[in-house]
């Protein structure tokens, strides 16, 4: 493994140990091992949403026609206040479970509360704007099991607001030592992950409402989890005006500035100079207007 190095003395042991830790824990039980080729696991699929009734049942669909078929789907509504919840009602496969917050509760504690209703061995996730490949579930199980990562994730292609595809967007997990400290090298919804990992090491930190993966990414490596990815373009990704991304673009990057700090802070991560000129890139980005940010963040996508 390639050497972190750190400010405070220990650390660089201290991380080394817990990958090490990590690999061991993997190939026995107390990690939930190898989950074995022909067992079919439970996927508990969470989804939050809030006033999407015109994209909600294009999502809905593309999970309820997955090959692999032994699923639950939690939806948690955030008090929607348009169509959504009628929309979501007209779907009467037992495998959906929808639950309705009682306020407004954004969408890290949205995601929480369906972690904690979940039974489901692996995690998966999915935005209610979004859909995925019908096979997207059994390929990234199949790098789970065969990679025995402890999450999966997978490559996805931009889509306009009227299903139009922009771009595709590759990721790289094979540096991850680096590429974490520069971006998050991880699409957010496209993820799988063991459910017993985020039992062991905590669900979203609801202090943050935008970019609360990037500190649960940072967390589950810096105690040795293994990350892996199906390289096939197996999520479509929808960017429309009503996307948080495009809503709270400024906000985002101010939270991805304090989980660096934190990170460092915690952790006595050292940034190199690549690292510490993104961070002073990012941070003078808050000076631009909305959309050249937008401009930029798609051309660094191409």
Same mark, same amino acid.
């Given at each position: 493994?390639?050497?972190i190095?750190?400010n ?5 042991t201290?991380?080394? =140990?817990?990958?090490? !830790? ?10 939930g ?5 022909? &067992? ?5 699929? @969470? ?6 009734? /015109? ?5 809905i ?14 939806i %948690? ?14 779907f ?7 639950y /309705? ?21 692996? %995690? ?9 490949? /019908?096979?997207?579930?059994? +390929?990234? $199980?199949?790098t ?6 402890? @999450? ?23 540096? *991850?030592?680096?590429?974490?400290? %520069? ?6 919804p496209? @993820?799988?992950?063991?459910? %017993? ?9 609801? &202090? ?10 940072f967390r ?15 999520y ?10 495009? $809503? &709270?673009?400024? &906000? =985002? ?8 700090i ?6 006595? !991560?050292?940034?190199? *100079?690549?690292?510490w *000129?993104?961070?002073? +890139?990012?941070?003078?980005? *808050?000076? $631009?207007?909305?959309? =050249? ?8 996508k191409?």
């Amino acid at each position: 493994m390639k050497s972190i190095t750190n400010n405070k003395p220990g650390i660089v042991t201290k991380i080394k =140990v817990a990958h090490l !830790i990590g690999a061991l824990n993997r190939g026995g039980a107390q990690r939930g091992g190898n989950m074995g080729k022909n &067992k079919q696991v439970l996927v508990s699929v @969470v989804m939050p949403v809030y006033n999407n009734e /015109k994209y909600v049942s294009e999502a809905i669909e593309s999970i309820l026609n997955q090959s692999y078929a032994n699923f639950e789907f939690i939806i %948690i509504d955030d008090c929607s206040t348009d169509r959504t919840s009628k929309i979501i009602s007209r779907f009467k496969d037992k495998r959906i479970r929808y639950y /309705k917050n009682e306020r407004n509760l954004g969408c890290t504690k949205s995601l929480n509360r369906a972690l904690k209703l979940a039974n489901g061995e692996v %995690i998966a996730r999915m935005d209610s704007d979004d859909y995925c490949d /019908k096979d997207r579930f059994k +390929m990234q $199980l199949d790098t789970l099991n065969k990679e025995n990562a402890d @999450v999966c994730g997978c490559n996805l292609i931009f889509i306009d607001k009227d299903g139009k595809e922009m771009l595709k967007s590759k990721y790289d997990y094979s540096n *991850l030592d680096n590429s974490i400290k %520069i971006w998050n090298p991880i699409a957010h919804p496209t @993820v799988l992950i063991k459910k %017993i990992v985020l039992d062991r090491y905590g669900y979203y930190d609801e &202090k943050y409402e935008v970019s609360q993966d990037y500190e649960l990414w940072f967390r589950l490596w810096s105690n040795g989890c293994k990350f892996s990815l199906n390289d096939k373009f197996l999520y479509y990704y929808r960017q429309h005006e009503k996307t948080a991304k495009n $809503l &709270k673009t400024k &906000k =985002v990057i101010k939270t991805v500035l304090k989980i660096k700090i934190r990170v460092i802070r915690e952790y006595g !991560i050292r940034f190199n *100079l690549k690292q510490w *000129l993104r961070f002073m +890139m990012e941070a003078g980005t *808050l000076l $631009l207007p909305k959309k =050249v940010i937008l401009w930029g963040y798609y051309k660094t996508k191409k």
